[in-house]
C-alpha cells in the first residue's frame, strides 16, 4: 500500500516538475548585513516590548529556509559588490566588482536583465543609494562599484520599469562637468519624482509613463534614505515597495528587488538600535509582498536573504553573562548617526567642553544612560564605574583629538569616539556584543514563500539562489 | 492540466500523510554549543587546510534546514538543562532543571522514554560525563542538574540498551558514602564497561548483555572526553557511535542520541581549535549515521541540532577588518585546556620566572605565536605590540595574581590569563572574534533527513524538534 501511494507520488512530482509553470511574480529582499543576529535582535526586540504571545517576524513565516554562504571570488570575507553580482548573476566576482566576472571581461547578466528581456516588469528599490553596490548589481557592470555616475548611467539605460528608494551620487559626475543624470534619465523615457509633495501626488496605477525613477527627498550625506529609527517624514520602505507593487502588477509577469542597505551601515557601526529599526521596516516592506502572494498563491515566488553579515553581532556578552535585556535598546532615541550630527554641532558651537556638566546630559537624553540623575528611567541604565572611564576616555579622545593606533582602531573603529562608545555600553547592558566594524563570514538565511519555494532548502551558495531563480523562470 | 495535477497531488500527499509509516530508526545528533559559526569555522579550517574542491561537512548535505530558537522559560539566554529538556521533551522549563517543567511538580517524558516504552532500543552517548545536563535530560527527572549521583541512579533504572561516552562524576555520591553507581548499574542489569581493553574485546553484534555502559577511560576532571585536538588514545565519537549503532541495530527499532558536549566547552573558553576539533570529530559521527540511513531510507531519520549557541563566535574581528585566515588556527597544538595545564605544571616547578626566557617560547611551540624567531613559520603569526603587552599582561596576572575586577573578567572570564590570552591573539589573527564566555541567544540550524524530514524546515522552537519526534514516531 505505502510503495504504491509512494510511486504515485514520485510519478506525480515528476510530471508536475515538468508540467507546471514557474513563478511570474517574483519579489527579492536582500537585507544589507543581515543574518541570523540582525533578524534575531529584532525579533527579540519586539517580543520585549509587547505582553502579548511573541510576535513573529515576517520573515519567520516562511514555510523553507536555507543557510547561505557569502564568500567572494577573492576572500572568505565578502564586500556587497561581489556578493550582489553572485545573488543577481550566480556568479562569484572578486570584491568591488559589479556585474562583471573576475577578470572584468565577461559582463554577466542578471536574473533582472533576464526577465526583462522576456518583457517582465522589473522594479529594484533600495534604502539606501539606488547606485549603490547591491542595486547596480541588478542593472549595471562595472569593474569598480565607486564608479557612481557611470553605474547611474546604466541605471538610465537599463529600460527597468520602475526605481526608488534613495539618490544617486554625483548626479553630474564627480567634477561636476558631465550630463545631469535625472536629464538623461528623462531622455530615456523615465518619470523623475524628487519631492515627497510629487510623491503623494503619483498615481502608480495611473502613472502617466511607462518608466518611472522615485527619489526620496530624505536622504544623509550618502544618498541613503534616514535610518527608520530617525523618523523622516518622507516615505519608508514598505510605502515603497507598495508602490512598486500598484505600479509593476501585470499579467505578464513582473520581479521586485527590494534592499535594506542600512542594517549593514548601523551594523558597522555597532548600532543595534539602527539595525533593528531598519530590519523591522524591511520586514514591514516584505509584508506587502506576503499579501500580493496571498492574493496570487500560485504564481508568486517570495525570496528573502543577507547579503552577508556585518558587525559580527550577538545576542550574549561577556559582562552580563547569561544575562541579557534587549527592550533597553529602545532606550536609544535615535541612530548613533544622529547623535554623532548632534556632538558634532555642539563641538562647533563650543558647547562640548565638559564630561560631566556638557556630555553626561545629552548621553542621558539619548541613551538613557546616567552616573547620577533626578528621572533616571531604569536602574539598569546606571554607568558603572568602567564604563564611565570608557566615555571619559572616548570624550578626551574626541575634544583633543587622538592618534590613529591599533588600540583606538578597536575602540572606535573610525567613529565618533563618543557616540560609538555610548552605543557599545547600551549595547552590552542589553546583553548584546559586537566582533568588528566590518563585514564577517558568517552564513546568512536565506527565506522563500509560492511557487518554486522548495528548491531554497538545505545550505547553498549565494550564486545558488540566483540559479535557482534563472531554472523557475524560464 | 496543472490543477488536475495539483489536486491529484494534494490528495496524494494527505492519504500519504494517513498511511505512510514513521521512521523506526531515529537518529538525534545534538552539538552543545554549536550554532552556524561553530558549524561554518569548522566548514572554513577545512576548507583553507586542502587544495581540493571544497568538501562540505556531512550536516551541510543535509536537504532540510531550518533554524530553531532556543529560550529558557526563565531567560532569553538558556542553559543546557532548560535546552536539553526542551529537546528531549517538547517543554520549556527553567534553566537548571533536568527533565521536570518550571513548578518542579511535573515530570515531562522524554522521546527517548516513549520509544523505549514502545519496544525500541535506546541509546544515549555523550562526550562529556554521561551524566551531564544534556543527555540526563533524555533519561532523567532532577529539580537540579548538579543532583550528579540521583541522575546516574535514574540512568541505571532507564532500562535504556545502550551508554557510551565520558564517565560519571561522583560514583559514590558527593560524600563519597552512597553505593557505588557502576555496582547499581550492574545490579539492574548492566554490562559495565571501563577501560580501553575490555571497549576493544567488546563485540557490539554479540554482546552478551541486554543493556550495555562504556565508559572512556581517558577523561578530564569534569570526567568528560578529551578534545579531539589532544589526540586521546581511547574511543571517539564516531566509534562509540558505531558501536551503539551495531549493538541497537534490531527489527523493531531504535532511538540513539549522540552529544558533542565539549563544542561548548571549547567556546565557553573562546578556543576556536579546541571547538573545530570536536566539531569535525561530531560530524564524522553523523557520517556514521548516514551510512545507515543509506541502508534504511525509508525507515530512518536523522536529525542534527544545537542546544543553544555559546562565545558568540564570528569569522570577522575588528583587528582584521575584512581579512581572515582560519588557516591560522590549524598553528595551536592541543586545546587552549591543554596548554593551562602546561602552564599550571610549569609555575609549580618554578620554571615560569620570565616572560621573554621562559613564557614566549612555550607559547611559540603551542600556538605558533612569536616576538622574535629562528623558527617562525609564518609571518602572519608575529605578535604585534599590542598583543605582545596584552600577554605580558596576562603573564603579570597569572604570576602575581590579579584582582577580580569587572575588566579582568571581561579580559579573561575566570581562565587562565596566558592561556585565554594568547587563544584570542591567535583566533583574532585567523579573522575569529567572540563576544562571551557564556552562551548566547543565538538561534541554532537544525538539519533533517531521511522520513519526515520535510517537518524541520523553516523557523520553530527548540520544543518544537520533540513534539515532531513524537509526532512521527507514534
Known amino acids: 500500500m505505502k510503495k504504491v501511494f509512494f510511486t504515485l507520488l514520485l510519478v506525480l512530482l515528476v510530471s508536475t516538475m515538468f508540467f507546471a509553470q514557474g513563478p511570474k511574480y517574483v519579489f527579492y529582499f536582500i537585507g544589507d548585513g543581515m543574518a541570523v543576529t540582525q533578524s534575531n535582535a529584532a525579533q527579540l526586540l519586539q517580543s520585549s516590548l509587547t505582553d502579548a504571545e511573541t510576535p513573529k517576524l515576517n520573515m519567520y513565516k516562511f514555510p523553507v529556509q536555507g543557510m547561505t554562504t557569502t564568500h567572494a571570488a577573492n576572500a572568505f570575507i565578502t564586500d556587497s ?3 550582489g553580482t553572485a545573488l543577481a548573476s550566480g556568479y562569484k566576482t572578486n570584491s568591488g566588482v559589479i556585474g562583471l566576472d573576475s577578470t572584468l571581461s565577461n559582463v554577466l547578466e542578471s536574473i533582472s536583465e533576464r526577465v526583462h528581456n522576456m518583457g517582465w516588469k522589473v522594479g529594484i528599490i533600495s534604502t539606501v543609494s539606488i547606485g549603490h ?29 520602475f526605481f526608488g528608494g534613495g539618490d544617486v551620487r554625483y548626479p553630474n559626475g564627480k567634477k561636476g562637468n558631465q550630463e545631469n543624470i535625472y536629464d538623461y534619465a528623462r531622455e530615456n523615457g523615465y518619470q523623475v519624482i524628487q519631492t515627497q509633495e510629487d510623491y503623494e501626488a503619483f498615481d502608480p496605477k495611473n502613472p502617466g509613463s511607462e518608466k518611472v525613477w522615485i527619489i526620496n527627498e530624505d536622504v544623509d550625506g550618502g544618498s541613503a534614505m534616514l535610518y527608520s529609527v530617525d523618523n523622516a517624514p518622507a516615505f519608508d520602505v514598505e510605502d515603497i515597495t507598495r508602490t512598486a507593487i500598484d505600479y509593476l502588477d501585470n499579467e505578464k509577469g513582473f520581479f521586485l528587488m527590494v534592499e535594506a542597505g542600512k542594517i549593514d551601515w548601523a551594523c558597522h557601526a555597532n548600532d543595534a538600535a539602527g539595525s533593528i529599526g531598519d530590519t523591522i521596516a524591511f520586514d514591514n516592506a516584505i509584508s506587502a509582498a506576503m499579501e500580493f502572494y496571498r492574493e496570487n498563491p500560485e ?3 517570495i525570496v ?9 553581532l550577538t545576542i550574549g556578552f ?22 554623532t550630527a548632534k556632538l558634532s554641532n ?7 567642553n565638559s564630561f560631566e556638566d556638557d556630555l553626561l546630559p545629552v548621553v542621558e537624553e539619548f541613551f538613557g544612560l546616567y552616573k547620577t540623575s533626578a528621572n533616571a528611567e531604569n536602574e539598569a541604565l546606571l554607568l558603572s564605574a568602567l564604563e564611565e572611564n570608557k566615555l571619559r576616555a572616548a570624550f578626551e579622545a574626541y575634544v583633543n583629538g587622538t592618534e590613529n ?12 569616539p563618543i557616540a560609538i562608545t555610548a552605543t557599545h555600553i547600551l549595547n552590552n547592558k542589553a546583553g548584546l556584543g559586537w566582533t568588528t566594524y566590518s563585514h564577517t563570514g558568517v552564513p546568512v538565511v536565506t527565506y522563500a ?26
Do not use: C, W
Open 405 to 416: 593606533t591599533d588600540e583606538s582602531y578597536l575602540l572606535y573603529g573610525g567613529y565618533n
Open 304 to 312: 528573502v536573504t543577507g547579503d552577508h553579515q556585518t558587525g559580527g
Open 318 to 339: 561577556a559582562g552580563t553573562k547569561y544575562a541579557s535585556d534587549p527592550s533597553l535598546i529602545a532606550y536609544q532615541n535615535g541612530s548613533q548617526d544622529a547623535f
Open 346 to 352: 555642539m563641538k562647533d558651537n563650543g558647547e562640548l
Open 449 to 474: 514563500m509560492g511557487n518554486g519555494q522548495e528548491m531554497f532548502s538545505g545550505y547553498y551558495d549565494n550564486t545558488d539562489i540566483a540559479k535557482y531563480l534563472f531554472a523557475l523562470v524560464k
Open 81 to 83: 559588490a561581489a556578493a
Open 299 to 301: 504564481d508568486t515566488l
Open 133 to 161: 553596490a547591491t542595486p547596480a548589481a541588478f542593472y549595471a557592470h562595472q569593474p569598480s562599484r565607486s564608479s557612481y555616475y557611470e553605474i547611474s548611467r546604466q541605471l538610465a539605460e537599463s529600460g527597468f520599469a
